[in-house]
């Protein structure tokens, strides 16, 4: 049981909680439908949340002063929509742990109502639904319950509260209950405050192994008649021609606003961060230049995102296998008309139910010309399943 946080505990905190995200990446990624469907929530979380720890994993210090480092070095290599907010979510914790050493459960409570205040305001249209009302529950809900005397049970009374709100999440946003799934960030929320608790009980966390690459693009996808509905998403970090506290948020905000949409900043120092979800990529990348000068830039096409993400899923539901299954000497091979049929047959013991045009096949065994081809034809068809 800890009674006090410190700056090494902390360290192991965020690095129990980050091991935890990056091991439920890709089933954060499949629930992102929300504020795009480009797949890419868990992504964007873990590799912002990395860059903070990147900054302080060999470091000692007093709390205050680790926590700072890392909230800064996340709002530096904060990534995507969800990676800016969660990012702001621990400069609002470093900012409520002030120049403590050590903090206790009160005081952890404070930071944690902190961040989630920081959160909120770096969002210019906050909506509830999402990672923002997930970490505003079982923030108040912590704060609800003190006095309690240790840092364990302060986790677990944030944790338990995140986890009944995150199932709320799709009664407060219509497009999470028509994909019948939770909010993805708010997913990320409390894949990482479980891995802190896994920190908290002792427990290990199998390694989830490092990140894949991402894929190549499928060109083929794409002609002089796609449509691009969903536009840019655009994010850098920009050097300012004033300091920050010069620097008039609120009026550049008025500006940007009629650009897009998902608008998200973060001022830190003299640099301001800023991600933003748009059709009017140069218009916006003009105006910012009149504020300062990009020290970094990425732009994603949303649309690209979405269509590739969608053809993989498609893809990956044609062939119905258990990777899992132990092998035997043969294996067998059913065909389905429908994902029903397909479902079935893979229940009924079929290794593997390729989902395709059964009329079609069915006119490919039986067209007498091709019976001296049939052997060649299965052998090429099952060759492309990984048993």
Not at 95 to 112: I, N, P, Q, R, T
Not at 152 to 176: C, G, K, M, N, Q
Not at 271 to 282: C, N, S, V
């Amino acid at each position: 049981m800890i009674l006090t946080l410190d700056g090494k505990t902390y360290v192991e905190l965020l690095r129990f909680g980050i091991r935890n995200l990056e091991k439920h990446r890709a089933q954060l990624n499949e629930l992102n439908v929300f504020p795009v469907p480009d797949g890419d929530t868990g992504t964007n979380m873990v590799m912002t949340l990395r860059s903070g720890f990147d900054a302080i994993k060999n470091k000692e210090g007093k709390l205050a002063d680790i926590s700072g480092i890392f909230a800064s070095y996340a709002v530096y290599g904060a990534r995507g929509n969800s990676g800016v907010i969660v990012s702001q979510f621990f400069k609002g914790l470093a900012e409520g742990f002030a120049d403590a050493a050590v903090a206790d459960s009160e005081m952890l409570s404070k930071a944690l109502t902190k961040g989630c205040e920081f959160a909120y305001a770096s969002v210019s249209r906050p909506v509830e639904g999402t990672m923002l009302t997930v970490i505003k529950d079982a923030s108040r809900a912590l704060a609800e319950a003190l006095p309690l005397d240790n840092i364990d049970t302060a986790i677990e009374v944030f944790l338990a509260e995140a986890r009944r709100s995150l199932a709320r999440t799709p009664d407060l946003l219509p497009i999470l209950k028509k994909a019948n799934v939770v909010d993805s960030g708010g997913s990320g929320i409390v894949c990482f405050f479980e891995g802190v608790q896994k920190f908290l009980r002792d427990e290990e966390i199998e390694s989830a192994g490092e990140e894949t690459a991402s894929e190549q693009i499928d060109l083929s996808l794409f002609n002089k008649d796609t449509t691009f509905p969903y536009g840019y998403c655009l994010e850098g970090l920009i050097q300012l021609k004033c300091e920050g506290d010069a620097f008039d948020k609120n009026a550049f905000l008025s500006k940007i606003s009629p650009c897009g949409n998902s608008i998200v900043t973060s001022i830190e120092g003299d640099k301001l961060k800023l991600h933003i979800h748009t059709k009017l990529l140069g218009h916006v990348i003009a105006l910012c230049q009149g504020y300062g000068e990009f020290l970094t830039m990425k732009v994603e096409n949303m649309t690209v995102q979405n269509m590739q993400k969608e053809h993989t899923e498609e893809q990956e539901r044609k062939f119905l296998y258990d990777p899992d299954r132990e092998a035997g000497h043969f294996a067998v091979v059913a065909v389905a008309s429908n994902p029903t049929l397909q479902r079935q047959f893979f229940d009924m013991g079929a290794d593997v139910v390729i989902l395709s045009d059964i009329a079609l096949l069915r006119k490919i065994f039986w067209m007498p010309s091709l019976w001296s081809r049939k052997k060649r034809f299965w052998y090429s068809l099952t060759a492309r399943i990984p048993f």
